[in-house]
């Protein structure tokens, strides 16, 4: 009897996503007769982020919302007594939801330009985040680095990108290269980043290293911390709330046959050369996001209208056409 029940509770939630994502017949059999110009990029872009439905974050990334939202706000309105706070995750459930918001919704999950927005926000949000670590032994030991993020391994290049590395004073002293994260998966919330470091031969007891860590709110496990030094862009010394790096003198612990060396990722925002050399077409300029065109196309600045009932595709109100020869950008305060 459970089989049965359970058999047709998966049949029944199915048939309601399909009649939720049930597309008109017409758009099912009509072929474009070309591809989605970059102009419908950047309008769906924008009117998603007006309609609540990308949502920027502090960190600088952008959350994309659910593509089973109709599904969640069908269920909340039918049983709200079962809702319950997500500690930490966004709220999807808030902000208006109608006609307009729902197509607009099923244009961003179920179209060919919504699929190319989603896959440049990912873009977008795997550089959004910044961390880097290297080393020293003076008793020349060596080892191999790994690193995860919430779960997920990340993968680690071997130097620093020359816009980031202007900002930090180069170190005299027979350091290691940099081991950088070079893109970040999507993982809810910003968790520490952990650099794990397999050392090649055992340790000693006591034995020195020192690190220099991109990030914030370093934690260290497998050896003690001697001496934490933050540091501002530029590599001088400065108080912790300005810092960007930090240099660590380590002693291994006792027993220990791996060190880990925990901590928060910058926001790219921090390096603001870096954030306007970013290959995506979505930008950060004066506080407002921007979706640029290709090479001799315009692009598009979006900023906050004010909040009403939504309309998806009226007058381009909320969109400003702007040349895109100049490709700079500055950071500043998000819209």
Known sequence: M???????????LQWRL???????????????ASPPSRQEDAKLFAR???AGLLRPETDGRIMVAPADLPLRQTYAREHPELLAPHSGAVDWLAGAWNEDSQRLHRMLH??????????????FNAHQLLAAIRWRSDSGLTGRWRANWGGAALALAVTLPPSIDRFLAETPGNWQPWQWVTRWPAVEGRPPVRFRLTPARPVQTGEPLELLL?????????????????LCAGGSSCAEPEAVAHRLTLEWRAGASELTVSGLPLPAMAFPEFSAQEVSPIRREGGRLLWRGEP????????????GPLSVWPADSAVEAVPPADRSGSAGERA
């Open 296 to 307: 001799g196309e315009a692009g598009v600045l979006w900023r906050p209208r004010p909040v």
């Open 110 to 123: 179920f179209s060919a330009t919504g699929r190319y927005v989603r896959q440049q926000v990912e873009d």
């Open 2 to 12: 459970m089989v049965v029940f359970a058999a047709a509770s998966i049949g029944l």
């Open 48 to 50: 998603a982020l007006a």
């Open 18 to 32: 399909a009649a939720i994502y049930a597309r008109p017949t017409a758009v099912a059999l009509a072929a474009p």
């Open 214 to 230: 991109v990030g914030a709110a370093p934690a260290v496990e497998g050896a003690t911390v001697v001496a934490s030094e933050p």
